[in-house]
């Protein structure tokens, strides 16, 4: 089935950087597009950002284009998610989950807290 597991959260000041990491165990997903979503408090799931198979594409939320990069390390098993220039309204837990036609296997998040 495989597993996802975020990590790399924390707490940083406003116009900060965090480097977040997803990777996989049991399997691998190498020829699946990967994504990242966040969840702040009393608000639904939001997109964050998506990145192809190959790392050839990436997708992200206007909200975040341009201070967030996707990439990804299939050797690794593993997606990054590179958050730079972060805003208080960044606070959220993230999570990661591969693309199976629906949004699979997520992982546990990962807090992400940015202080004005």
């Known amino acids: 089935q495989g597993q996802l597991h975020e990590s790399g959260g924390g707490l940083v000041q406003a116009g900060g950087s965090l480097r977040l990491s997803c990777a996989a165990s049991g399997r691998t997903f190498s020829s699946h597009a990967w994504g990242w979503f966040r969840q702040a408090p009393g608000k639904e799931r939001d997109f964050v950002a998506a990145?192809?198979?190959?790392?050839?594409?990436?997708y992200y939320a206007d909200s975040v284009k341009g201070r967030f990069t996707i990439s990804r390390d299939n050797a690794k098993n593993t997606v990054y998610l590179q958050m730079n220039s972060l805003k208080p309204e960044d606070t959220a837990v993230y999570y990661c989950?591969?693309?199976?036609?629906?949004?699979?296997?997520w992982g546990q998040g990962t807090q992400v807290t940015v202080s004005s």
């Open positions: 989950a591969v693309d199976k036609g629906i949004w699979s296997n």
């Open positions: 990145i192809s198979w190959s790392g050839g594409s990436g």
